[in-house]
């Protein structure tokens, strides 16, 4: 079992930069590519970024390519999410997510533990 906790959410002005953290627990999050999703109001859950677990590969939506960064520490089991150049249709709750495979992967469906989500605002 793994554990997702994510942190960071907020509200805050177009422009503004904000970081997220997911912190993991769980013997088995060893070995997992990591990634944050997205779900705006009435949308669907949308793919933000990936990383590999040995963080040597990186994939990114183009909506977020050049603002957003994704990085992890695994000796600390945690992975963040670099938000900056914030646009309000960057308003979403945001979810961490661990996938089955060590390989950076958009597909939702490799994804089987999900952390309950941090909520991001950004105004106008």
């Known amino acids: 079992q793994v554990q997702l906790v994510e942190s960071g959410g907020g509200l805050v002005q177009a422009g503004d930069s904000l970081r997220l953290s997911c912190a993991a627990s769980?013997?088995?999050?060893?070995?997992?590519?990591m990634s944050w999703f997205r779900q705006a109001p009435g949308k669907d859950r949308e793919f933000v970024a990936a990383?590999?677990?040995?963080?040597?590969?990186?994939y990114y939506a183009d909506s977020v390519k050049g603002r957003f960064t994704i990085s992890r520490d695994n000796a600390k089991n945690t992975v963040y999410l670099q938000m900056n150049s914030l646009k309000p249709e960057d308003t979403a709750v945001y979810y961490c997510a661990a996938a089955k495979v060590p390989i950076a992967t958009i597909y939702m469906a490799l994804y089987n533990y999900w952390g309950q989500g941090t909520q991001v605002t950004v105004s106008s």
């Open positions: 769980g013997r088995t999050f060893g070995g997992r590519a």
């Open positions: 990383i590999s677990w040995s963080a040597d590969n990186t």
